[in-house]
């Protein structure tokens, strides 16, 4: 539950308020006049703020060349990118007058908006539960595009450790060790299981103990050592590009909604 406190409640509270605020305005120019998203004095100002909201945080990558401009540093920046496209979805409902869509434009605005937010939030989730679910589990740490050199090492180790043994640790080295230190193994089961069945898959270890002699069993004890480093190798490798295949469910379609917003709201402006 730790995961879902908000690092900066005061982001939380003032864009709630913002949002009220903007639903306030909304039903005041409501009871006035038949709501028209088409109209600066009602829809068209939110759809507006929902595009330049959109616009921030499609900004977000760019903070660094920015120099932090405006937010200044960038866990601001975060937030705002964050909490803006709440926002931004909210002030399309606005815009809408929370109705569904009578055109093809407006129901891809809507779709796309509502995926912006849902896979933003998602990644939310994402960036704080799997460094701790890591981070309280592994204890091996590696940089994601080192990995595959890593494995590659340890395999080159292993290679080394059983030249020279017996026939029995060779054939158990090549027939249940070797493949799986052959390159990065991902698997989607590291989400449930992070050790993804570590004790089960180091169980045969335990077993070829009794067919080796004394002077073997360092051996492979290491053995054992650097196969152990490899599933956490995996694991890491797995968690990590969940983070990398979730900027794809993200960007490019918040790049697309901003390009749709845009062509919009200039084909409202030029025909009104």
């Known amino acids: 539950m730790k995961r879902l406190v908000p690092k900066k409640p005061v982001w939380l509270a003032a864009s709630a308020a913002v949002g009220l605020f903007a639903l306030g305005?909304?039903?005041?120019?409501r009871s006035g006049n038949p709501w028209n998203p088409g109209r600066v004095a009602g829809g068209l100002l939110f759809g507006v703020a929902a595009a330049l909201l959109v616009l921030s945080s499609i900004l977000h990558p760019l903070?660094?060349?920015?120099?932090?401009?405006?937010?200044?540093?960038?866990?601001?920046?975060?937030?705002?990118h964050i909490y803006g496209g709440c926002l931004s979805f909210l002030f399309v409902l606005i815009h809408e007058g929370f109705r569904l869509p009578s055109g093809t434009v407006g129901w891809l605005l809507l779709i796309l908006s509502a995926w912006a937010t849902l896979s933003g939030l998602l990644g939310v989730w994402l960036q704080k539960w799997i460094p701790a679910l890591m981070a309280g589990n592994?204890?091996?740490?590696?940089?994601?595009?080192?990995?595959?050199?890593?494995?590659?090492?340890l395999q080159a180790e292993a290679n080394a450790l059983v030249e020279g043994s017996s026939e029995v640790l060779d054939r158990f080295y090549r027939d249940d060790v070797e493949p799986a230190l052959a390159g990065v193994q991902v698997s989607w089961d590291y989400l449930v299981d992070i050790s993804g069945g570590r004790e089960r898959r180091l169980a045969p270890f335990g077993r070829m103990a009794a067919f080796l002699t004394p002077e073997e069993k360092p051996r492979l004890?290491?053995?054992?050592?650097?196969?152990?480093?490899?599933?956490?190798?995996?694991?890491?490798?797995?968690?990590?590009?969940?983070?990398?295949?979730?900027?794809?469910?993200?960007v490019p379609p918040s790049v697309l909604l901003f390009g749709l917003m845009l062509y919009h709201i200039t084909v409202n402006l030029y025909y009104r």
């Open 25 to 29: 305005i909304a039903f005041w120019m």
């Open 63 to 80: 903070r660094r060349p920015l120099l932090g401009f405006p937010f200044g540093t960038a866990q601001r920046w975060t937030q705002f």
């Open 138 to 153: 592994l204890r091996v740490e590696a940089i994601f595009e080192r990995i595959p050199e890593l494995i590659a090492k």
């Open 221 to 250: 004890e290491d053995l054992k050592a650097l196969f152990a480093e490899k599933l956490e190798l995996d694991a890491q490798y797995s968690l990590q590009r969940v983070l990398r295949l979730w900027i794809l469910l993200h």
